[in-house]
């Protein structure tokens, strides 16, 4: 069987979905993209990404880390430094997140249209 030009393996659905989770969150995909540009620390993170707690954000970079798309280096200064940056495949990441984030800037007056829409037929 095949989705489109890919063929579709039931088997490696559950791999594919876990892989779409982690960069598909909404947290995950704004860190991404506020270290495109270089390391940063925690707490540049943490006041870049508007409403996430401080539990979320160790939780999202821990996750980044285990899946290989940024790497976590301590510094050894009192206070302790700690830097996240993007590994290779996390940059590998930040054409498709881009991308995606322009096409929701571009459709999102469209969007909130069909929603709109949508909500006023279901509520007659």
């Known amino acids: 069987m095949t989705i489109g030009d890919i063929p579709h393996h039931p088997a ?6 876990e892989v779409l989770a ?10 991404v993209m506020l270290l495109r540009d270089g390391p940063r620390r925690f707490s ?10 401080q539990h ?12 290989g798309l940024v790497t ?15 590994t290779p495949l996390g940059h590998s990441l930040r054409a498709p997140v881009e991308a995606l ?6 459709h999102q007056s469209a969007i ?10 279901k509520s007659a």
């Open 22 to 31: 982690r960069v598909g969150d909404k947290w995950s995909v704004l860190v």
């Open 44 to 53: 540049q993170l943490k006041r870049g990404v508007t409403g996430i707690s």
């Open 101 to 106: 984030g322009k096409w929701a800037m571009a």
């Open 72 to 86: 976590r280096t301590v510094f050894p200064t009192i206070p302790p430094r700690v830097d996240y940056e993007l």
């Open 112 to 121: 909130k249209a069909a929603q709109l829409a949508f909500d006023t037929k």
């Open 56 to 67: 979320m954000l160790t939780l999202t970079l821990r996750g980044l880390e285990r899946d």
């Open 12 to 17: 490696e659905c559950a791999g594919i979905n």
